[in-house]
T-cell receptor, first 113, second 114 residues
């Protein structure tokens, strides 16, 4: 089955700096890669996603890049703000068995004012 | 308001006492899924359902049962809970089972098994 590895597990940045979180996946059949943000005590919420036929997608201060050959994808947050502090999860879903979804272990991002 | 509703929000029980966590969505979604979240382990999929009467195992199905008799409801059943099932549980749904459909999560159920 699919295995998703996420790094780093914790990340601390100064307000205004950029943050990068990286994930690798093992199943070449995976073709959809969402990112979720989970604030303390809240439910995960989708912040950005990318499909396998796209190399990069951007939405204001956040962007996701995908390298299908190397089987890795990354979340980039620019001009970080204290409200970006949360746990971020990457995930991979395969086209062949789209019911299944595998998540990374999460990255705790702390943005220091 | 479109939402996924889980009940209860918090539950403390004892080993072996059967329990059910309910999940309901009002968006006419075909796909529903259960996850458990443990510190440092992310979200792990327990069971999922592509549609009514269609369910399948996720990565950690042992000790859990599900049913999908109606489109809106997808209860999670623990027939004989054990302490290692203490966890935060999330139900989620999406319009269809297609990989790129956005997942909507419930607010979570914190379960403690003593």
């Amino acid at each position: 089955g699919e295995n998703v590895e996420q790094h780093p597990s914790t990340l601390s940045v100064q307000e205004g700096d950029s943050a990068v979180i990286k994930c690798t996946y093992s199943d070449s059949a995976s073709n959809y890669f969402p990112w979720y943000k989970q604030e303390l005590g809240k439910r995960p919420q989708l912040i950005i996603d990318i499909r396998s036929n796209v190399g990069e997608k951007k939405d204001q201060r956040i962007a996701v890049t995908l390298n299908k050959t190397a089987k890795h994808f990354s979340l980039h947050i620019t001009e970080t703000q204290p409200e970006d502090s949360a746990v971020y999860f990457c995930a991979a879903r395969p086209n062949t068995n789209a019911g299944k979804s595998t998540f990374g272990d999460g990255t705790t991002l702390t943005v220091k004012p | 308001e479109a939402q996924v509703t889980q009940n209860p929000r918090y539950l403390i029980t004892v080993t072996g006492k059967k329990l059910t966590v309910t999940c309901s969505q009002n968006m006419n979604h075909e796909y529903m899924s259960w996850y458990r979240q443990d510190p440092g382990l992310g979200l792990r999929q327990i069971y999922y359902s592509m549609n009514v009467e269609v369910t399948d195992k996720g990565d950690v199905p042992e000790g859990y049962k599900v049913s999908r008799k109606e489109k809106r409801n997808f209860p999670l059943i623990l027939e004989s809970p054990s302490p290692n099932q203490t966890s935060l549980y999330f139900c989620a749904s999406s319009l269809s089972f297609r990989a790129y459909e956005k997942l909507f999560f419930g607010s979570g159920t914190q379960l403690s098994v003593l």
